[in-house]
């Protein structure tokens, strides 16, 4: 069921590039959604003036944002604003000022976010959005880079450095354009910095997570040079080749030309290639495995630690996105899908599969959790619009491949459909992915048509497997008419995927 009164919160980013603002609505258990987003390109870190401070003529320029940002915030509701400004404002000379005149300008309260709390607000918003024990994070702003260390999902060491995207190609660039000078120039200056952190090079082939629009943007013109198939940013792998393959081309091109870089946005071409550096730079001093893309950092990191500071970190991505979309969209009980996921686990075990057990149970938990989750659009055809559903929406703590496999396990019906999605992402799916979408998407509409009812009147099942035949005893305390009905028509397509004849029999618990 569909919440109906969430606690609506507006956070609002005064970042050295752009300043944000994102209004979420949220549950009791820490759950969220965002219902509207709005972004102003200020690049604070470029009107900083020589002697370090932000003339007051500059501060003004600001105040009509966030004026229009709060009205934005009463207008949707908005029941409290959390408002924080980071390196450009930070690190300027009269900070104090600045801040004290934007909150009295815009009647919004505006606190200055620290080095140290941006790096662990930043976590957060890896953390929580990954299943992931152990990794890096570099955070690259406009005026800041963030790089943290983290061990068995806990902020382990941060540090905040004062270059960004922005400021360095102010300080190193030419009007967008760069030479081999100043490109060598950049990479020591990066370089030097890091060398102060020996803990840097404490973890080599961790996972790096890649936080910011520098590194949102390099996902997307991999991906378009790849023919990615699927056209999703968190969670995308750039491996050590991309990386290098990128330094080794962006830097060279002209501004003009960058411009029609498929993927980049014009907006940022000017400032991609001092990002870059950073990213090239820190990629290589800490000998990261590979860069994960985050779609989730400072912002969603401030809003947990807001609605739940003392347990900020969640135990399992997976369990947390998979509670919070429920809490938002479910469409069915959540007995009836627990319910449904346990009969699939004592069923599959007893299957003996010869696959990744791990993971076809993890399959399993999203596809069941979710498979009705298209009821909100059309009852009748929620199979067809759980499958779109699932491989559009903010599902984390799963890889791409995996977001796929659950489209298709969940919404698994006529094989003409699964061929189909198969097929639109052949460059993701493995050649054995193939044959456990059957038999995951057929053991999975068994177990709901054993609940059918939605009463849970199956409370055991007995299974024996003999000369290709799955015999199953059901047994119930109650009638069952209705799961019986729907038998035969899962036993065809269980029989096809598994190779095995099912005979069910069904018997009371007295």
Same mark, same amino acid.
């Given at each position: ?6 606690? *609506? ?33 200020? !690049?604070?870190?470029a009107k900083i003036n020589e002697q370090?401070?932000?003339?007051? =003529? ?10 229009? +940002? ?5 207008? +949707? ?25 934007? %909150? ?18 930043g976590f957060l918003g890896v953390i ?7 990794? +890096? ?15 068995? !999902?806990?902020? =382990? ?20 354009? @760069? ?19 020996? @803990? ?6 961790? /996972? ?7 590194? *949102? ?13 699927? /056209? ?19 830097? %060279? ?16 071409? $000017? ?47 997976? $369990?947390?996105?998979?509670? &919070? ?16 996921? =346990? ?40 199979? *067809? ?7 559009? %929406? ?20 006529? =094989?003409? *459909? ?17 044959? @456990? ?17 939605? &009463? ?23 009638? &069952? ?16 995927? @598994? ?6 029999? +069904?018997?009371?618990?007295?």
């Amino acid at each position: 069921m569909m919440i109906e009164n969430p606690y *609506r919160i507006g956070i609002i980013d005064i970042g050295s590039n752009s300043i944000r603002l994102v209004i979420y609505d949220t549950t009791q258990g820490g759950g969220y959604k965002i219902i509207k987003e709005c972004k102003h390109s200020a !690049r604070l870190s470029a009107k900083i003036n020589e002697q370090g401070s932000l003339d007051k =003529k500059e501060m003004c320029t600001i105040v009509p944002i966030l004026k229009q +940002f709060r009205q934005v915030c009463i207008n +949707f509701g908005v029941d409290t604003i959390r408002a924080g400004a980071t390196a450009a404002i930070r690190n300027a000379t009269n900070s104090q000022e600045i801040i004290e005149f934007l %909150s009295q300008e815009s009647s919004i309260d505006i606190k200055l976010v620290s080095g140290e709390e941006e790096a662990y607000f930043g976590f957060l918003g890896v953390i929580n959005s990954f299943d992931i024990e152990d990794g +890096f994070i570099v955070d690259i702003g406009g005026g800041s880079t963030e790089i943290t260390l983290f061990e068995n !999902r806990s902020f =382990k060491k941060s540090v905040s450095l004062p270059f960004g995207a922005v400021n360095t190609n102010v300080k190193f660039g030419n009007d967008g354009n @760069w030479n081999e000078e100043q490109i060598l120039n950049l990479r020591q200056y990066v370089l030097s910095m890091l060398e102060e952190h020996d @803990w840097m090079q404490s973890r080599p082939q961790l /996972p790096l997570f890649g936080l910011g629009g520098t590194i *949102r943007s390099l996902g997307k013109i991999d991906q378009k040079d790849a023919h990615y198939s699927m /056209p999703i940013s968190h969670g995308y792998t750039l491996t050590t080749d991309s990386v290098d393959q990128l330094y080794n081309i962006l830097p %060279s091109l002209p501004l003009e030309k960058r411009k029609q870089i498929n993927g980049l946005s014009k907006s940022r071409a $000017d400032i991609i290639v001092s990002g870059l550096i950073i990213v090239h730079t820190v990629y290589h001093y800490i000998q990261a495995k590979h860069c994960l893309i985050s779609g989730e950092g400072l912002r969603e990191g401030m809003l947990h630690d807001l609605i739940n500071p003392a347990h900020a970190v969640k135990p399992s991505t997976l $369990d947390y996105s998979i509670k &919070t979309l429920l809490s938002f969209e479910g469409a069915a009980s959540r007995v009836h899908l627990e319910h449904v996921y =346990k009969l699939s686990n004592m069923l599959y075990d007893n299957l003996k599969s010869d696959g990744d057990d791990e993971e076809h149970k993890k399959l399993l938990y999203v596809s069941i959790m979710l498979y009705r989750i298209g009821g909100h659009i059309n009852y009748y055809q929620y199979s *067809r619009h759980t499958q779109y559903w699932i491989m559009n %929406s903010s599902i984390r703590g799963l890889t791409h491949r995996e977001i796929i496999l659950c489209a298709l396990i969940s919404s698994y019906n006529t =094989k003409s *459909r699964k061929q189909k999605l198969s097929l639109d992402h052949q460059d993701i799916l493995l050649a054995s992915d193939e044959v @456990w979408i059957h038999k995951l998407g057929s053991l999975v509409q068994l177990c709901i048509a054993l609940d059918q009812s939605e &009463t849970q009147a199956v409370k055991a099942i007995v299974t024996e497997i003999a000369n290709k035949n799955l015999h199953l005893t059901v047994q119930s305390d109650v009638e &069952t008419w209705i799961e019986q009905e729907e038998m035969d028509s899962v036993a065809k397509v269980f029989k096809s995927a @598994w190779d095995l004849k099912l005979k069910i029999d +069904f018997s009371s618990i007295s």
